[in-house]
């Protein structure tokens, strides 16, 4: 093992392995990311906890991750290059390690032309490939990326993301590569609901055999109605939803929907689950955390197993 | 070249406000080839100015001028005939060009009419885009000849990142993903694995990041 | 202000506004004397500087008179007009002037009639406007020395 984390050793165990999210409130509130996170207590082996995502001032990652690590449960600290330099990310690690936090994220972030601060700097003075070889070196060789010897290194198990549905798509196998090549341990991609698209790039990493030195984790958004897919589909920028699943879900009563959205969520897991590579879920019921037990019981990735 | 916008007129007429007599400095370089601070921009600026003034029932005169470079301490001089008839400077140059008049003429209050935008290059008539961030450490020759530094988004060095979509970046159907033209020009010249070369965390030092730069050549000295 | 009468400065291209002021002369056709004509060679030869100088130099109003859409004899020198008069517009409102002051109007060498209705349109339009708020300014500014700088004392004089 590289790590304590439980997220390793689900993968090294060789079972499926599955995460969900935690977005943080917007205010002070710590009783809020406790809510959320007691809903996925035994459903999923670890939470995402996203970073002031889509640009949006949110409580901190590393506060938030603090609180749910107290709760008993395994956050996953997410890390956007966006808002911090290579010295605050590194002070925020040795933080998060010190909560015993060993599990994270690395992301460039969106642009804070989408968030609730467009006139703010970006600082991206790292891309996500490079934070994940800093972190990869803070592990490793006990160094900070200046040079230095670090006492008591933090030990992180690297997370990175991957969009099979963003353009170019010829590179999308290979800046997996780099990614791999920079140290990451696992990958969690983008929402997944074009199956034959995302199959097509999976070959393509097995092709490479990058799933033999990366745990690949599927991403799963449930649907909630049809107006949603079709936002997702004309808004979301490097998202693929297919026609068919819009009208599948438009053909519906609005009451029904939601209903459907959550059987569709299950049959691409049952889909991926054969897919290989595929070593596990992640599970992105955005302000739906509640139903995510279900989608991990009827998926049957329930009980989660004990490692 | 430095590129640059022509301040809102409100915006100038705040600034000279308290002053009756101007000189309106231009600059033959850059900001004339890009159409915001030429002979002409002065002239047209002159006579907008003025015909603001007296609409709000003043009279302003204003002197126009346009030096060869703003930039170079010997074509600065040539104010000096004129500056001590005025009881301000407009200048319609880039950042630089404002600095060495400020810097030549302690006791005399320098304004830009201008907003130093970016070193670009013009597309087409009437449209300048950015090209260059002067990061100090070029790195043109490992990405095909674009650069991602002030070209992408997010200065990704190892890009395209999640929210590249059919050739656009995510902030807006205007804005080419540079990641989309590195991996295309890469292509055409058949060195796809070389966007397999890791970039490694950059030296922001050579940049803006270590401070105000200089470059200093003894053998022209 | 009842007696205004609006001074307008037309700037006329040679291949078809230009004529059609001819034309409209042959036919004995009448329109305003308040319209001053500047022949150039192609309504793009006017920079957005012309116009302004027009303005500030006391013209109530003024267009220009360039061929119709695709009829330019240089391809596209109305085209480029009609964008600076849309920006010299932008610029006169910007400095608290009526932009309609300044009008881009597109026509053949043969419609003397048009030529002459135009004419007569636009002076009806400005003399409803009243004068260029300049013009008044100028001839206060002119009477008032105290308005006027040393360095500039002669060239405001004249």
Known sequence: MKTESVLERMFKAGHLAVTSECGPPRGALPEKVREKAEMLRGYVDAVNVTDNQTAMVRMSSLTACILIRQMGLHPILQMVTRDRNRLALQSDLLGAYAFDINTMLCLSGDHPHFGDHPTAANVYDLDSIQLIQTVHTMREHGKFQGGDDIANPPKMFIGAAANPFADPFELRVRRLAKKADAGADFIQTQCIYNLDKFEKWMEGVCKRRLHENLFIMAGITPLKSAGMARYMQKKVPGMDVPDELVKRLAALPKDKQAEEGITIAVEAIERLKKVEGVCGFHIMAIEWEHRVPEIVRRAGLYPRPAV | ?221 | MEDFEPVIVAFCCHYCAYTAADMAGSLRLCYPPNVKIIRVPCSGKVDTIHLMQAIKGGADGVYVAGCLEGDCHFKSGNAKAARRVVYAKRLLNDVGIEPERIEMIMMSAGMGERFAATAEEFTAKIRGMGPNPVKLMRATAIRDPHNVSPAHKESAAV
């Open chain 2, 1 to 221: 070249m430095i590129t640059a916008e022509r301040k809102p007129i409100q915006e100038i007429m705040n600034l000279v406000s308290p002053y009756k007599n101007l000189l309106l400095v231009g600059c033959n370089e850059c900001v004339t080839v890009c159409s915001a601070g030429g002979r002409k921009e002065v002239a047209l600026l002159s006579s907008a100015l003025q015909v603001a003034f007296m609409k709000s029932g003043r009279i302003v005169h204003i002197q126009e001028m346009t030096l060869e470079r703003q930039c170079d301490p010997e074509y600065i001089e040539q104010l000096v005939p004129h500056i001590d008839s005025v009881d301000a400077v407009l200048s319609l140059a880039c950042g630089c060009g404002v600095q060495e008049i400020a810097r030549r003429f302690k006791e005399k209050m320098v304004f830009p009419g201008v907003n130093t935008k970016f070193m670009g290059a013009s597309e087409r008539p009437g449209v300048w885009a950015e090209r260059c961030q002067g990061c100090g450490d070029c790195l043109l020759g490992v990405t095909g000849g674009i650069c991602p530094i002030a070209r992408c988004s997010k200065r990704l060095q190892n890009g395209p990142c999640g929210g590249s979509s059919k050739g656009k970046c995510e902030i807006g159907p205007d804005v080419d993903c540079a990641w989309q033209l590195i991996w295309d020009r890469l292509k055409a010249l058949g060195l796809q694995e070389r966007y397999e070369t890791l970039l490694p965390a950059k030296n922001w030092r050579n940049g803006r990041g270590g401070g105000p730069r200089k470059i200093v050549r003894e053998d022209l000295m």
